[in-house]
């Protein structure tokens, strides 16, 4: 069975920082070829696409996060990580981890990050 757990999320300051933690198992010893990706959904909002990266392709980051945000991947240790700088109010949501390849995605089930003074 495959299960993601995502973990570091956390009330901070704006201009602050977090860097958030996925754990995936049971997904076998080809982690390196599963997509994976972070997404954060907000109150009233739809989920959206943060981040994701690809084995051997890079990364990709929707425009209000570049330069502020950075995702990476250990694929020995099959987890995914989002490390997120200048934290601006509006980045507040929960946060969730995925892992897709072909027909088959799975999620963690989120990881909140509230950004407040």
């Known amino acids: 069975q495959v299960q993601l757990v995502e973990s570091g999320g956390g009330l901070v300051q704006p201009g602050g920082s977090l860097r958030l933690s996925c754990a995936v198992s049971g997904i076998g010893t080809d982690f390196d070829v599963w997509h994976t990706g972070w997404y954060r959904q907000a109150p009233g909002q739809q989920r959206e696409l943060v981040a994701r990266?690809?084995?051997?392709?890079?990364?990709f980051y929707v425009d209000s996060v570049k330069g502020r945000f950075s995702i990476s991947r250990d694929n020995a240790a099959n987890r995914v990580y989002l490390q997120m700088n200048s934290l601006k109010p509006e980045d507040t949501a929960v946060y969730y981890c995925?892992?897709?390849?072909?027909?088959?995605?799975?999620w963690g089930q989120g990881t909140q990050v509230t950004v407040s003074s």
């Open positions: 995925k892992v897709s390849r072909m027909t088959d995605e799975y």
């Open positions: 990266i690809f084995s051997g392709v890079g990364a």
